[in-house]
Each structure stands twice: as structure tokens, then as C-alpha cells.
């Protein structure tokens, strides 16, 4: 078992707008939450807005701690959210990819990997991050991802805001690249799992998990 | 450690070629240390022979500059360093960071490495500027072993104030105030451009906590001065425990402001 979630919860404190007021007001966020994944897993996590999504994904990354329960981490694991800012914009892409290899303690640079090529980034590794477009930028994020060498992967709604042909692209690379050749754990939050139609092998229901939201 | 230097490099390189991009401040930033070094020269002829410089009385306008190379060094150390906390916090790229699973003390320092580099820069530019346009006389450069020393213990402790700042900046999102305050405390108190003798009140005893006023007083005797060895080992055994306290203190607090940033969920938020 890569990860292992037994009963967690996740509480965020409200912030005050009265001065005045003294009550502690808080919103439940994750509530008594299980869940287990495999290395053989691709799982799909589907929610609203709010109900919970990012936040789990942030646990499972150690991102944020949970209040209760537990979480037995077997592995190395990668986070792929939406923030396309959490980048050098004014550094090439070559120069913040070489930058996070540093991070990693991998003998092989990313720059060398083959699937730099195969996510079509050596079309513009020497441009800066700022000029790239929204794709390209998803792309380059999906590459970092891949740094770390993990066992999971977390994608975080990150095909929003993409037209439906690198939409297609990108869910294509994770499946067949991270997940069927190099046998990869995903986990994949979405609001619509019929993007990921016939890929994903289990579906949690985080509408359904969190009752009380 | 291998791995540390490889960490530091990379900061160095990814900073260098920010700053880089933006060459028209670079050069701004020099020609600001000219004008600052010109301000200075036409000040010390107002103070010269003031007896509240004491053995620096002929010599008032090598007072200021060191002091105003000190004081330069500390605060760009301290503010740019924390100033890059609070970027990489508004960007998202410090939860990037703390993925790849490195200590997140080694990470906090690392943010400290571009600035010392450029802050070094901006010293030697100020001594040099000084010596080749004002006249500045240097005449001490024989005790260059201790002059590293005191260098380096100067720039451990402004990067323990520049963590202090970072910490408020994790926790509460905003950490300017403790380089304001830093910067008044060290005007007022830390023998920059008089000495803190002539405050004429008890205040004038934060000057011994104040890593800046033993690092200006050894650099002042190790560059311009002549050399008291009592003087000298008293205000090196204060710079050392004050560095080593505040590299200590601003290590932890760090450490434990990452850790009440994940229980709070505060890491993305600025």
C-alpha cells in the first residue's frame, strides 16, 4: 500500500470580521475520511467546488496536517495543482526545470529524460516561462512533476481552462506515459470524471464522503 | 554537505538570473552607493574634529562609510532574504519546494544566499568607491584571517534577523516590521553614524544586543583604526554569541512556523 488514510479530519478556522466578536467559527472541510491507494491505482476523485478536493490532495502531500486520524505514507509522492505562478516567469523553462532537478536527489537531470521530448517541451525550453501559453505551461508543470521520481501522482483539476485538444494530450501523456509505462499511482480531482473515461479504476465521491460539508 | 552546496548554488544561480533580467536596477544600485558615498563626504566635513567620535575625530567621513557599509550589508541581507520568503509564499513556489522533501532548514538558509552575495557586492563597492574617489584610508588590511572572521559572523546573525522576518512572514504574512524595526534600532543604537554613548539614557544598553554594533566597532578598528586587542576580543566574544543565538533562534522559529502553517493550511495564503 502507497498510502494508507484512516479516519482523518480537517477543520479551518473562519477568519473574523468583527472585532467584537469572540466565537471561534470554523468550517469542516474533511470529515472522517478513509481511503487506501495501491500502486496500481488510478484513482478519480471527483467533487464540487469546496467540497474538499485540494484539501485532501494538500494531506496526502503533506501539505497541510490534518487534525485527527492518521496517514501511512509508503512512498515518494508529487503534487500537480492548477497555480501556474509557482514559477520563475522571468527564467527560461530550461533554467526552472534545472533549478527543481537541483532540489531532487535524482543522478539523472529531467533535462536529460526522453520525456521531455515526448511532452513536446524541447520546442521551447529556452523561452521564458512568462511567454509561454496556458498548455505549455501545464506541460512544463506535468515535467517538474515528474523530478521527484514518485511513486504518486496528485493532479489537481489541472486540465481547467485547457481546449479540448491538449486537454486530450495531457490526460493521454499521464495515462499511457506516467501511469501505464512507468506502473505511477494517480490520483486525479476533478469536477467531471468523463474526462477520464475508462481510465480510472476506482471513484471516490468526495460529495458523498463529506456529508456534512 | 555536498548536497547542501549543490542546494545553495542552485538559489545563487535561479536569483543571479532574476536579477539579471532586471539589469537597469542593477545598475541604479551602483550609482546610488556613489551618491551615498558623495552625501557622506559632504556630511563629515560638518563633523570633522567633533570630539564624540573620540579616536576617530580626523576621521569622521571613514566613520560613516564603514558604518554605512555595515549597516547596508545587514539590511539587504535581512530584508532580501525575507522579502524572497514572502514571493515565494505569494507565488506558491515555497509548497513547490517543500515537495521535493529537503530539510526546510537548509531551504529557509538557501534564501539567504543571492542576498549575501550581492549584499558583499555592495560592500567591497562601497570601500572601494570610497578609497578610489573620496580618499577613504584603509591602512589595516595585514589582519585579513580576522576581518573574514568578523565578516562572517556579522553576515550569520543578519541572516538569523532576516529568519526572525521570514518567520513572521510564514505565520502572519507580513514581516517587514522586524527589518524596520532592526533599522531603527540599529541607527539609534548601533554606532552607525554616532555612537551610542552619547544617548544619554539606559536605552543606550541595547547596543550590546545588537550584533551590528560590535561588527561596526571591529571593522572600524580593523580597516581604519588602530587596534586595541582588549577591544577587539570583547566585541568578537559578543558578536560571536549574538550570532549564534540569532542564527539558532531564527533557525527554530522557522521550522516551527512551517509546521503551524500546515496545521492552520496556511502555506498557499499571503
Same mark, same amino acid.
Given at each position: ?10 477543520? +479551518? ?72 505562478? /509557482? ?36 520546442? +521551447? !525550453? ?26 504518486? +501522482? ?11 485538444? /491538449? ?12 501511469? !501505464? ?33 | ?6 542546494? %545553495?548554488?542552485?538559489? $545563487? @544561480?535561479?536569483?543571479?538570473? #532574476?536579477? =539579471?533580467? =532586471? ?16 552625501? $557622506? ?11 564624540? %567620535? ?8 571613514? =566613520?560613516?562609510?564603514? &558604518? ?12 532580501? &532574504?525575507?522579502?524572497?520568503?514572502? *514571493? ?12 521535493? @522533501? @529537503? ?18 557586492? @555592495? ?22 584571517? $580576522? ?24 505565520? $502572519? ?7 524596520? #524595526? ?6 539609534? %543604537? ?26 561596526? *566597532?571591529?571593522?572600524? *578598528?580593523?580597516?581604519? &583604526?588602530?587596534?586595541?586587542? *582588549? ?9 560571536? &554569541? ?13 521550522? =516551527? ?12 495564503? %499571503?
Amino acid at each position: 500500500m502507497l498510502i494508507e488514510v484512516n479516519n482523518i479530519s480537517k477543520k +479551518f478556522d473562519l477568519p473574523k470580521f468583527k472585532l467584537s466578536s469572540k466565537e471561534n467559527s470554523f468550517i469542516s472541510v474533511i470529515d472522517n475520511f478513509s481511503m487506501d491507494i495501491d500502486s496500481k491505482d488510478f484513482i478519480c476523485l471527483v467533487g464540487n467546488n469546496g467540497s474538499g478536493k485540494t484539501t485532501l490532495l494538500k494531506i496526502l502531500a503533506d501539505l497541510i496536517t490534518q487534525d485527527e486520524g492518521s496517514i501511512g505514507r509508503n512512498g515518494k509522492i508529487s503534487f500537480v495543482s492548477t497555480n501556474e505562478r /509557482s514559477f520563475f516567469w522571468r527564467l527560461s523553462v530550461k533554467e526552472n526545470l534545472r533549478f527543481f532537478s537541483s532540489l531532487a536527489n535524482n543522478k539523472v537531470s529531467i533535462l536529460d529524460d526522453d520525456l521531455i521530448n515526448i511532452l513536446g517541451i524541447d520546442k +521551447f !525550453l529556452e523561452k521564458r516561462f512568462m511567454n509561454l501559453s496556458s498548455g505549455q505551461k501545464k506541460r512544463v508543470m506535468i515535467a517538474r512533476s515528474l523530478i521527484s521520481e514518485a511513486d504518486i +501522482f496528485l493532479f489537481d483539476e489541472i486540465t481547467n481552462s485547457l481546449d479540448e485538444s /491538449s486537454r486530450k494530450q495531457i490526460i493521454d501523456f499521464i495515462y499511457e506515459d506516467i501511469f !501505464l509505462k512507468k506502473n505511477k499511482a494517480i490520483v486525479w480531482a476533478t469536477h467531471s470524471p468523463h474526462e477520464i473515461n475508462n481510465k480510472y479504476n476506482k471513484l471516490i465521491d468526495l460529495n458523498k464522503e463529506n456529508r456534512n460539508v | 554537505m555536498f548536497k547542501s552546496f549543490k542546494i %545553495f548554488y542552485a538559489f $545563487l @544561480r535561479k536569483d543571479f538570473l #532574476i536579477a =539579471y533580467s =532586471y539589469r537597469t536596477n542593477f545598475f541604479i544600485s551602483v550609482i546610488t552607493v556613489f551618491f551615498l558615498l558623495f552625501i $557622506l563626504s559632504n556630511l563629515s566635513k560638518l563633523t570633522l574634529n567633533n570630539e564624540i %567620535f573620540g579616536d576617530f575625530k580626523g576621521n569622521s567621513f571613514g =566613520y560613516f562609510v564603514i &558604518g554605512l557599509a555595515i549597516i547596508d550589508l545587514a539590511m539587504t541581507i535581512s530584508s532580501r &532574504g525575507a522579502a524572497q520568503a514572502r *514571493e515565494l509564499q505569494l507565488t506558491g513556489v515555497f509548497e513547490e519546494l517543500l515537495l521535493f @522533501r @529537503r530539510s526546510n532548514a537548509e531551504l529557509m538558509v538557501s534564501l539567504f544566499i543571492y542576498p549575501t552575495v550581492f549584499a558583499l557586492f @555592495r560592500f567591497f563597492l562601497i570601500l572601494i568607491f570610497g578609497v578610489i574617489f573620496f580618499d577613504l584610508q584603509i591602512n589595516n588590511l595585514g589582519n585579513f584571517a $580576522l576581518l573574514m572572521l568578523v565578516m562572517s559572523l556579522s553576515i550569520i546573525s543578519f541572516v538569523g534577523i532576516g529568519l526572525i522576518s521570514a518567520f513572521f512572514i510564514i505565520i $502572519l504574512k507580513k514581516g517587514d516590521f522586524v527589518n524596520s #524595526i532592526n533599522l531603527i534600532l540599529c541607527i539609534g %543604537f548601533g554606532n552607525i553614524i554616532f555612537p551610542s554613548e552619547i544617548v544619554d539614557t539606559q536605552l543606550s544598553q541595547i547596543s550590546y544586543f545588537l550584533p551590528i554594533t560590535h561588527s561596526v *566597532e571591529l571593522l572600524r *578598528e580593523l580597516l581604519i &583604526g588602530s587596534i586595541s586587542t *582588549e577591544s577587539i576580543s570583547t566585541n568578537l566574544t559578543y558578536l560571536i &554569541g549574538l550570532s549564534f543565538s540569532f542564527i539558532g533562534i531564527g533557525i527554530i522559529s522557522c521550522l =516551527y512556523a512551517i509546521k503551524f502553517a500546515k496545521i492552520k493550511g496556511s502555506l498557499g495564503e %499571503f
